[in-house]
Each structure stands twice: as C-alpha cells, then as structure tokens.
C-alpha cells in the first residue's frame, strides 16, 4: 500500500513539474520580451535627451551666447570690412 501511495505522490509531483515547465518562456520568448524592453528603453532615453537638448537650446545663457556671438562675429567682420576695403 505504501509503495502505491509513494507511486501516486512522484506522479502528482511529475505532472505538477510538468505544467509548471510549460508556462516557462522559450528562450526566443525571453529574446523577444528582452528586444521589446530594450527598443521601449532606448525610445524612452532618446525623448528625454531631446526634451533635454531643446531646454538647454531655449535656456537664457544658450540665447543670450548666441547673441553675443553674432555680435561679435559682426564687429569683427567690420574691422576686416574697414581695414582692407574691397577694390573695385
């Protein structure tokens, strides 16, 4: 009797094994749930590196370089204007 009841607990044990092994993913189902959350992943790094660089674009110091560089360049483009006038 032992040996029939010890017969019917390794089978409940084997198929309750075997039921949770298929519920496991494949590994080509981890492959494609890893692809999905690195592609999810790099979407997400690339927005906010854009949102980003467009602050620092539209930031007060980034305006205000800008403006003083054109300015800058103008002077100087100027000095070389008044300096070596074109000969016509």
Known sequence: MKLAVA??????VFAAHTEAQEEEQTIE?????????V??????LAEKT?????????SDFATQSRS????????VKQKVEETFPKAS
């Open 68 to 75: 003083w560089f054109t300015e800058q360049f103008e002077k």
């Open 50 to 58: 854009k949102a980003a660089l467009e602050s620092i674009h539209q």
């Open 39 to 44: 592609k999810e992943l790099t979407q997400d």
């Open 7 to 12: 017969i019917a607990v390794l089978m409940l």
């Open 29 to 37: 189902q981890r492959f494609a749930t890893f692809q999905t959350q």
